[in-house]
């Protein structure tokens, strides 16, 4: 079972490392405390800590007030939060939304069951720990926790962002055949989204050693051309066409 060691909190703010010109300094801190105060955030309600969301969001708490507003579409947005357990189906759907994100984006686990599966530790239908699947920024712990928390959590991710230090979504990329080695066992060997992360990664410039290796090139093996579904509808039913 996983302890709290192994799990990638970073809840103090750090320093970023100081470029050499002083004005590239200023520059980033500008564009770094902008890009904290004005975040779209997608909220994917996969478990029951969704239910701590409207409160966080509506008069009395007010996340707007923070520059922080829900967003309906992974391709606006730059925080996906997860909400709750994760079951192994719906994990999928998270990895295909947060891969349609543009970078630089966050991932915020909410709840105890993305820290290490909570109360369905011992399932076999749940993802236990979600930073092994995605890079997570922040986790905001409790069953469930409350509004307060989850506005804590978001300034703590602002803080790191104003501060140039929140860039786990480099991690993605530069450890990609990690990731993808564990959604693999998870979901098979043939597992495959119809992201191009390995050309992002170069796009993006943050190739690393771990970016490719035997489970990228498993991937290359398995990756099939995206077919267009075709449906037809005879006597009143959809059937699929070949
Ligand atoms: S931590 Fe508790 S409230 Fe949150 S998803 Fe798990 S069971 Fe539900």
């Known amino acids: 079972m996983s302890t709290l060691k192994d799990i990638p909190v970073r809840y103090e703010t750090q320093q970023a490392p100081a470029r050499g010109n002083p004005l590239a300094n200023v520059f980033d801190e500008f564009m770094n405390f902008c890009r904290s105060r004005s975040l779209f955030m997608l909220h994917y309600c996969t478990g029951c800590g969704a239910i701590e ?3 966080a969001m509506t008069s009395r708490f007010d996340m707007e ?3 922080i507003q829900p967003m309906v579409t992974p391709r606006q947005a730059d925080i996906l939060l997860v909400t709750g357990y994760v079951s192994v189906k719906t994990l999928k759907r998270v990895i295909l939304t947060y891969e349609q994100m543009a ?3 966050y991932v915020i ?3 105890s069951c993305t820290v290490n599966g909570g109360m369905y530790w011992q ?3 749940t993802a236990k720990k979600l930073n092994d699947y995605l890079p997570v920024d922040v986790y905001i712990a409790g069953c469930m926790p409350r509004p307060e928390a989850v506005i804590e959590g978001l300034r703590k991710l602002q803080a790191n962002i104003a501060a140039g230090t929140s860039d ?5 990329y530069q450890r990609y055949d990690h990731y993808l080695a564990n959604q693999q066992r998870l979901f098979g060997e ?7 992360v390995i050309g992002e990664a170069k ?4 190739i690393g050693p771990e970016t490719e290796g035997e489970h990228t090139r498993l991937l290359g093996l398995h990756k099939a051309p995206l077919e267009p579904l075709r449906m037809t509808l005879n006597a009143g039913k959809l059937e699929r066409m070949e």
């Open 109 to 111: 686990g909410i709840c």
């Open 103 to 105: 970078s630089p984006k």
């Open 203 to 206: 796009r993006y410039g943050v």
């Open 190 to 196: 043939t597992w495959q989204t119809p992201t191009d």
């Open 168 to 172: 786990n979504w480099k991690d993605y």
């Open 123 to 125: 399932s076999y239908a």
């Open 53 to 55: 969301l409207p409160p």
């Open 65 to 67: 007030r923070l520059g």
